[in-house]
């Protein structure tokens, strides 16, 4: 089992910049593809990014790269999501996942989920 608890969402004006974590715990992550998915209200859920918990390497959707940066601190055992310029279409609850093997854009392909952190830009 895999527990993961986001933070870091809040309120924030369009333009600006946002770091949401997610902090896991209970069986080791390595094996594990980690990644960001957000739901608007109303809307599917979608996915935004990824990270390879052993090797580091990322995988984004297209209409976020570059402005969006996914890492990880094995140290601390924490994923993260820095977001820049941020726009009002990225109001959305964020979710972290975790998922043994291969994993690429597919929420199916994750095992574990947190709650979700709620990130809204005004305009």
């Known amino acids: 089992q895999v527990h993961l608890v986001e933070s870091g969402g809040g309120l924030v004006q369009a333009g600006g910049s946002l770091r949401l974590s997610c902090t896991a715990s209970g069986r080791t992550l390595s094996g594990h593809g980690m990644a960001w998915f957000r739901q608007p209200q109303g809307k599917e859920r979608e996915f935004v990014a990824a990270i390879r918990w052993d090797s580091g390497t990322t995988l984004y959707r297209d209409p976020v790269k570059g402005r969006f940066t996914i890492s990880r601190d094995t140290a601390k055992n924490t994923v993260e999501l820095q977001i820049d310029s941020l726009k009002p279409e990225d109001t959305a609850v964020y979710y972290c996942?975790?998922?043994?093997?291969?994993?690429?854009?597919?929420?199916?392909?994750?095992?574990?989920w947190g709650q979700g952190t709620q990130v809204t830009v005004s305009s």
């Open positions: 996942a975790a998922g043994y093997g291969f994993t690429g854009m597919g929420a199916g392909e994750y095992d574990y």
